[in-house]
């Protein structure tokens, strides 16, 4: 395996978490950045938006991102954009995704996993329990699946179609 190093400087060393989507929706409108990769990363926080309004029963816009609203979740999203841009992607597949099992501590205190936004990304996709514990998909990596609106690599693959939280 061969790679380059890809390192990334958060603007006056910020480790801020707690990040309303306007306020991401806004630091992405004012970036220096091609219009292409600006609107496929506002469409991809759009999805985590979505999905994060649903479980807590609130508006989009009403959303504040915790553990991806960091800087380290926006750098993944904005390159994950950049790469979609400069491949000209136009088509995904995707084998089935796997669920985990567990908990994970989020700011919310503990939460199943897959964490309840990452589950609603991960709706109409194809999905497998792999027997494996923890966090296997990431509400971030769940977003950039849901935003390339992956085929299904195996025609018989388990699609997640609902949820439930109580």
């Not at 910020?14 to 506002?42: C, D, N, V, W, Y």
């Not at 750098?75 to 597949?93: E, G, K, M, P, Y």
């Not at 699946?145 to 179609?161: A, E, N």
């Amino acid at each position: 395996l061969s790679g380059k190093q890809f390192l990334v400087y958060p603007a006056n060393n910020a480790e801020k978490q707690h990040t309303p989507f306007a306020e991401i929706m806004g630091l992405l409108e004012s970036a220096p950045m091609e219009q292409g990769i600006r609107t496929a990363a506002l469409d991809i926080f759009q999805l985590l938006a979505e999905a994060e309004a649903k479980v807590h029963g609130i508006a989009p816009d009403q959303v504040t991102f915790h553990e991806v609203g960091s800087w380290d979740s926006i750098t993944d999203i904005v390159s994950a954009a950049f790469l979609i841009q400069r491949l000209n992607i136009n088509s995904a597949s995707c084998t089935p995704l796997p669920l985990g099992s567990g908990r994970v501590q989020t700011t919310h205190g503990l939460l199943p996993v897959p964490a309840p936004a990452t589950a609603e990304l991960l709706r109409d996709l194809p999905v497998i329990d792999d027997g494996i514990p923890g966090e296997r998909v990431t509400p971030t990596g769940a977003a950039i699946l849901k935003y390339l609106r992956p085929q299904p690599r195996q025609p018989l693959s388990t699609l997640l179609k609902t949820i439930g939280m109580g």
